[in-house]
């Protein structure tokens, strides 16, 4: 079986009744992308691109940025789209160059794109590095963490004022969905972005209000609790008005359990893991359309992820 996969991996996936859903990888680097795409990956959906700010004692400056997200573009081609999102750090993932205040609670702080407002000069050092594979790549820039319509503004504003003294304007511009106040607001925010990328981790952490990393708790944070997935449906049915895609890079999206689900609510990009890719494609080519819209609507109105997983496992049979 996991051979057949293996092979299958290789072509475009549709669900059985052929709808065509994307599914490409989560990066940290060029040599990341280039297994992604050795296994199937029709793209990167997310460069983490906190590895190259990680252990090390200054910022990486612009050319060695550059350096390293052209090396990213030319594994993939310019046939396949990269997703790029900028530094995703803060309270609970200290840089040693980059002092913040100490934080009572860092997950509620100066996190993701809070950070790279709070220093613009870092900030439009990555763009200007991140924009310089625009003529090389299908490129795509996306915000991490954005809470409120003016994030995304102040970030936007920065953002083309880079275009526009670097002339590279050919970049789609994606917010993360990780903030229960971005989903509910999706509809907003799909005026004024080209697509969503969900980071099922954080969302499910903020819907719930469980940390993520909390030795009790973070086996409770389910991102399948029927109000993380109504969170899901409500980013879908924003975008939709706005008629721009949705894409999940969370955990969520390697889970064979959850691809169904996530389908069937409307995520047309699933991006996973590497070694999950394969599997994800298998998923998504033995189910159709239907069969996942109405799996989706039924276990939106269910009460405990318990009760969502087991609606699953039975799909699943
Ligand atoms: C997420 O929150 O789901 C996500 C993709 O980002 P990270 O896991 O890096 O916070
Ligand atoms: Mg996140």
Redesign the pocket.
């Known amino acids: 079986k996991r051979e057949a996969e293996q092979a299958a991996a290789h072509k475009a996936a549709h669900t059985a009744d052929g709808v065509r859903i994307e599914v490409v990888a989560?990066v940290r680097n060029a040599k990341d992308a280039q297994e992604g795409v050795a296994n199937g990956a029709e793209g990167v959906g997310?460069l983490?691109s906190e590895f190259l700010f990680d252990d090390r004692d200054t910022a990486p400056d612009e050319e060695e940025q550059a350096a390293a997200y052209m090396a990213v573009a030319e594994a993939l081609g310019t046939e396949r789209p990269l997703v790029v999102r900028t530094l995703?750090v803060g309270g609970d993932k200290p840089l040693p160059y980059l002092p913040l205040p100490k934080e009572e609670n860092p997950f509620l702080g100066l996190r993701g794109v809070r950070v790279s407002l709070e220093r613009p000069d870092m900030f439009r050092t990555q763009l200007r590095a991140i924009l310089r594979t625009a003529p090389l790549a299908q490129l795509h820039i996306m915000f991490?963490m954005i809470a409120t319509l003016e994030e995304l503004r102040e970030a936007k504003a920065i953002l083309a004022e880079e275009q526009a003294a670097t002339g590279h304007t050919n970049v789609k511009v994606g917010v993360?969905i990780?903030v229960p106040s971005a989903a509910v607001m999706a509809e907003q925010f799909a005026r004024e972005a080209d697509f969503f990328s969900?980071?099922?981790?954080?969302?499910t952490q903020y819907t719930l209000a469980m940390d993520r990393g909390h030795p009790k708790l973070a086996k409770k944070a389910d991102g399948l609790h029927p109000s993380v997935l109504r969170m899901i449906a409500l980013t879908c049915e924003g975008a939709k008005k706005h008629g721009k895609w949705v894409g999940v890079?969370?955990?969520m999206a390697s889970d064979p359990m959850a691809v169904p689900v996530l389908i069937g609510l409307g995520v047309e990009e699933l991006s996973a893991s590497v070694p999950a890719i394969a599997a994800v494609k298998a998923t998504v080519a033995r189910v159709t359309m239907a069969e996942c819209q109405a799996l989706a609507q039924e276990v939106l109105s269910l009460g405990t992820a318990a009760e969502v997983r087991a609606r699953l496992a039975k799909f699943a049979d």
């Open positions: 989560n997310l983490r995703d991490p993360m990780e969900i980071g099922t981790n954080d969302l890079c969370g955990g």
